[in-house]
Nanobody, 124 residues
Framework: QVQLVESGGRLVQAGGSLRLSCAAS????????MGWFRQAPGKEREFVAA????????VYADSVKGRFTISRDNAKNTVWLQMNSLKPEDTAVYYC?????????????????WGQGTQVTVSS
């Protein structure tokens, strides 16, 4: 069992930066790949980024590649999403999720634990 709590979302101007945090509790965090997803109003939840259980490998959606960075610290039971050069189209509720696997997966069905989400709004 893993409980996830996101924080760090807020209103920011285009071009700005935010760092989202996801605090995890539960024994399986350090053995799970972690991911960030986002959902904009009227759209489906989409993959943003993922990281392997040991933090060695990461993968990003094309829309955020070069602007966002996912990282984790298993000793702190935390995963982060650093978001730079934010655009209005990045506006969404951002969700942290824990995967069933140790290795990177992109599809929602591969994640079995989800946080409640944190709102990111980017103004133009």
């Amino acid at each position: 069992q893993v409980q996830l709590v996101e924080s760090g979302g807020r209103l920011v101007q285009a071009g700005g930066s935010l760092r989202l945090s996801c605090a995890a509790s539960g024994r399986t965090f350090s053995s799970s790949a972690m991911g960030w997803f986002r959902q904009a109003p009227g759209k489906e939840r989409e993959f943003v980024a993922a990281i392997t259980w040991n933090g060695v490998s990461t993968v990003y959606a094309d829309s955020v590649k070069g602007r966002f960075t996912i990282s984790r610290d298993n000793a702190k039971n935390t995963v982060w999403l650093q978001m730079n050069s934010l655009k209005p189209e990045d506006t969404a509720v951002y969700y942290c999720a824990a995967a069933r696997s140790r290795y990177i997966v992109r599809t929602r069905d591969e994640y079995n634990y989800w946080g409640q989400g944190t709102q990111v709004t980017v103004s133009s």
